[in-house]
């Protein structure tokens, strides 16, 4: 009797809970619309424009988001040290871009720059891959067994020590990156350019993300990435071998890593030994926002945090302006962890008792 006469208080909490985080919710999104709806209708060739670089930014989000979310979808476990490993992929290309070769074919058509674009991306590719396996090897296998809590610290020393070889391999200050992508427009509308550094990232981005939703969705190997993530044991008594599929997991999350960090040294034009760290929490965010573990739900919230930040850093009307963009990041990370911890695209799982 007294477990059933408090469960209506509960029950009826837990409602006036939810009515609230509806409305709340609501109301926040009808603000941002309106923000935006007015930005549009007093600049809108701005407002595309804008809009086209962050698409591009979260194109680049999305690659790292979608390393945060293979490993926690494997192994349920935050890499802190990812981000760490696209810096120093940046640093790799920053170092490729630079020989000899690519400075005796400096104005030369793009046709003669793309098959180095694409050895160097192979390049960046190798390295962060065994870069990350290395890191998987040496500071998580040991732990798989452990509390959570000891691979999650381990994560952040991994990171702070990746961040201290960027530290010694390029020093302190932005490394700056020999500009090699082609110049000018792409097409020019109404004010709106589209340059070809943004068309570039897309290019690339976009057949990496169809070739990864592919593997993971369609090849043998991609099976097993799905079968050890709903249950190792499992897994391993059907014959598969776990310590192969999270090694091969970690590869391709370090390979996309290797990608982002080339475009983004191409695209931002220099790279620093503490930018993995920062836009490492940015993507991790997005990779949250979208729904951690989601593969859609990464690309979603990257691409969404994108836009936030350069609408935010590049609308005239009422913008809080580049100093609040992280405090705008993580406060939506905290938004979303309280109302809806699952992400956008993330599904709701009970909780053991």
């Known amino acids: 009797m007294v477990t059933e006469a408090s469960a209506e208080p509960l029950e009826s909490t837990s409602r006036f809970r939810l009515s609230f985080t509806a409305v709340f919710g609501i109301l926040l999104v009808g603000l941002v619309l309106f923000w935006l709806a007015v930005n549009f209708y007093k600049t809108p060739a701005d407002f595309i424009q804008i809009f086209l670089i962050g698409f591009t930014l979260g194109a680049l989000y999305a690659l790292i988001a979608l390393g945060y979310t293979l490993v926690y979808g494997i192994l349920e476990l935050i890499n802190f040290a990812h981000g760490d490993v696209f810096m120093l992929g940046g640093m790799m290309a920053v170092t490729v871009v630079g020989t000899t070769l690519f400075d005796l074919t400096q104005g030369e058509a793009w046709y003669v720059l793309w098959p180095l674009i694409i050895a160097a991306l192979l390049i960046c590719m190798g390295f962060c891959g065994l870069l990350n396996v290395t890191v998987e090897l040496i500071a998580y296998r040991r732990l798989r067994h452990a509390p959570r809590l000891a691979p999650l610290i381990t994560a952040i020393g991994a990171s702070f020590i990746l961040q201290?070889?960027?530290?010694?391999?390029?020093?302190?200050?932005?490394?700056?990156?020999?500009?090699?992508?082609?110049?000018?427009?792409?097409?020019?509308?109404?004010?709106?350019?589209?340059?070809?550094?943004?068309?570039?990232?897309?290019?690339?981005?976009?057949?990496?993300?169809?070739?990864?939703?592919?593997?993971?969705?369609?090849?043998?190997?991609?099976?097993?990435?799905?079968?050890?993530?709903?249950?190792?044991?499992?897994?391993?008594?059907?014959?598969?071998?776990?310590?192969?599929?999270?090694?091969?997991?970690?590869?391709?999350?370090?390979?996309?890593?290797?990608?982002?960090?080339?475009?983004?040294?191409?695209?931002?034009?220099?790279?620093?030994?503490?930018?993995?760290?920062?836009?490492?929490?940015?993507?991790?965010?997005?990779?949250?926002?979208?729904?951690?573990?989601?593969?859609?739900?990464?690309?979603?919230?990257?691409?969404?945090?994108?836009?936030?930040?350069?609408?935010?850093e590049g609308l005239s009307w009422h913008s809080p302006g580049s100093d609040w963009t992280q405090s705008m990041v993580f406060g939506i990370l905290i938004i979303i962890l309280v109302l809806r911890p699952e992400g956008l695209l993330g599904e709701r799982t009970p909780e053991g008792g």
């Open 164 to 312: 201290n070889i960027g530290l010694a391999w390029k020093g302190p200050n932005y490394v700056q990156t020999a500009d090699v992508l082609p110049a000018g427009n792409v097409f020019s509308i109404g004010g709106v350019e589209y340059t070809w550094e943004k068309l570039i990232v897309l290019l690339v981005t976009t057949p990496v993300l169809i070739i990864l939703v592919w593997l993971v969705q369609r090849t043998r190997q991609g099976k097993a990435m799905r079968a050890t993530a709903q249950d190792r044991d499992a897994a391993a008594m059907m014959g598969i071998n776990v310590n192969r599929t999270i090694s091969f997991t970690f590869l391709i999350a370090g390979a996309l890593a290797g990608v982002a960090g080339l475009l983004y040294a191409l695209y931002a034009g220099s790279v620093r030994f503490d930018q993995g760290f920062q836009l490492g929490l940015i993507a991790f965010t997005a990779a949250v926002l979208g729904g951690i573990g989601n593969l859609p739900g990464a690309v979603l919230g990257a691409l969404l945090i994108g836009l936030i930040q350069a609408f935010n």
